[in-house]
């Protein structure tokens, strides 16, 4: 077992830097020149599954293929006698961005832009050699004291991710309905479990990160994973000024587009989102329309955007919140907790059923992740007499505005927006109508098998005026309030049944129907 004293190649352990779900980093040091190094190793009883090291090599692997200043470097990889793998990388000297967080609570915009453009450059080269990261968060971003600045930056852990080919075909898939990730900070399409995961799922996320950069909380926030993802999936974004008063509009149409639910509509590359963070201004005087809500307010309350201090200690059937963990003080390496795969031994068992689109679909992944059972060591007896589930379930029903009239398929009036209220449980999607005099009514399904927040956005029946010159002035860049102004007025059109039905029938290329975390 590799511990500190023991000599591993060429470098002697001296310290343990910290622990995660899959393996230890220590301080070693190489006994003739003095040069310091982190070496991570896998935990001895993960050693022999072949998921843990196959994600192991592919971090490896992934690292050195991309060999960027931005990205931490891996100098040697090997296994011991005894069959323990390990990889030794640069000793990172600073804090990680999780750290930075939990002491300043938020950062200064041109803070905030700088960062998240270096990780944006990292990412993009990563992206250029097929590999997409997967899991950003601000555990995994470290910033370093170099070239007189505190903020250079270094991502890590590349172990959950994705290598593709140059024809864009993915060489190792995800199975379908899998979730692989840290639910705060991952894309719809990972919260639905998709198999084709592309370059713009990073975009997502580093949206997230800005978003917290720049108000100290991540913009989805509940009481457990099942509703963070259900959100995700659903949900606007809040705007960053309901939460900071003082950030510029701009900022808002920039992590609009970088927040889109619709891949389509996000930034396209890493490079192009690097340059708009270079000069947010600027892009937001030249930015393309994207649909913001004319209305924001109960968006936020709605999105319950949460900060790390609300978050720390949160836990979910025995997984960490991936938010309060310590990484390691000095390399640099997160603990890898708050993943959905965090223990990848655990069994995670999942009922049958077919996979569906949206919230059939969100709920069948949230299904999974309630259904985890413990280690092995720890399980106990299933009683006979336990309920499979409760007789009914918490739905909360929000709209924008507020005050829309909330009925079942059959009839009944449940009461008016905000709502919530206990419904029968069920697996079947179950038809609620949202109307309000002046709106177009809204139509919506849920799973009722999992507490669930509704949110609707009412679309107004009567043609809205063209705003004339000189409307809504104020200091600050006119272009940018235009640009703003422009966006706001732009609908997102939803496909239209008969597009529906033009579309191909996805085809489940692995044979795997049933949704499973791994």
């Known amino acids: 077992m590799i511990d500190i004293g023991h000599t591993i190649g060429n470098y002697k352990i001296t310290a343990k ?10 301080l070693a040091e190489h006994p003739v020149i003095g040069k310091k190094v982190a070496m991570k190793a896998i935990h001895p009883e ?15 692997k992934a690292v050195n293929q991309i060999g960027h200043e931005h990205i931490v470097d891996i100098a040697d990889f090997g296994n011991t006698s005894d069959g323990e793998f390990y990889f030794v990388m640069e000793y990172l000297q600073g804090e990680s961005l999780s750290d930075r967080l939990k002491r300043e609570k938020h950062i200064p915009i041109g803070e905030a832009m700088s960062i998240g453009a270096q990780i944006a450059d990292a990412l993009n080269a990563s992206h250029q050699q097929g590999i997409i990261h997967r899991d950003l968060k601000p555990e995994n971003i470290f910033l370093c004291n170099r070239g007189g600045s505190r903020d250079f930056v270094k991502v890590l852990d590349f172990g959950l991710a994705k290598l593709t080919q140059n024809d864009q075909k993915v060489t190792h898939k995800t199975r379908t309905g899998s979730v692989m990730g840290t639910p705060y900070y991952m894309s719809p399409e990972q919260c639905e479990g998709k198999t084709e995961i592309d370059y713009r799922a990073d975009i997502y996320s580093l949206g997230v990160l800005i978003f917290e950069m720049l108000t100290g909380k991540v913009p989805f926030g509940g009481e457990g994973y099942g509703e963070i993802i259900v959100k995700h999936v659903t949900m606007p974004p809040p705007s960053v000024r309901s939460i900071v008063p003082d950030l510029p509009e701009y900022l808002d149409l920039l992590l609009y587009r970088v927040l889109a639910k619709d891949r389509d509509q996000r930034f396209q590359t890493m490079a192009d989102l690097r340059e708009a ?11 393309p329309e994207v649909g913001i809500p004319d209305d924001l307010s109960g968006i936020a309350r ?20 991936g938010l309060g963990s310590k990484p390691p003080a000095s390399s640099g390496t997160p603990s890898g907790r708050g993943e959905l795969i965090n223990n990848i031994d655990n069994l995670i068992r999942t009922k049958p059923g077919s996979r569906l689109l949206l919230f059939f679909g969100v709920v069948s992944t949230v299904a999974a992740i309630f259904l985890i059972y413990p280690r092995r ?10 309920p499979l589930h409760p007789a009914t379930v918490r739905v909360n029903f929000n709209s924008d505005p507020d005050g829309a009239v909330v009925t079942r398929a059959d009839g009944k009036t449940l009461g008016l927006t905000p709502l919530s209220i206990e419904v029968a449980y069920s697996d079947s999607a179950v038809e609620f109508l949202f109307k309000k005099a002046g709106y177009e009514p809204k139509t919506m399904y849920v799973v009722p098998n999992l507490p669930s927040p509704m949110f609707a956005t009412l679309r107004r029946t009567d ?35 008969a597009e529906k039905s033009d579309r191909p029938e996805k085809v489940d290329e692995d044979g795997v129907l049933e949704p499973s975390i791994r």
């Open 302 to 321: 709605a999105a319950a955007p949460m900060a790390r201090s609300e978050l720390e200690g949160r836990s979910l059937l025995g997984f960490g919140s």
């Open 46 to 60: 993960l050693s022999k599954n072949s998921d843990v090291v196959s994600r192991f090599i592919t971090e490896a």
């Open 463 to 497: 043609v809205e005026p063209a705003t004339g010159e000189g409307a809504g002035g104020g200091t600050g860049d006119k272009n940018a309030s235009a640009a703003v102004a422009r966006a706001r007025r732009v609908r997102v059109a939803a496909p239209s049944k």
């Open 277 to 287: 963070l270079l000069d947010p201004e600027r892009y937001a005087s030249s930015a």
């Open 377 to 386: 060591e720890a399980r106990r007896p299933l009683a006979v007499a336990t």
């Open 17 to 26: 830097l910290g622990e995660g779900g899959m393996g230890v980093v220590y």
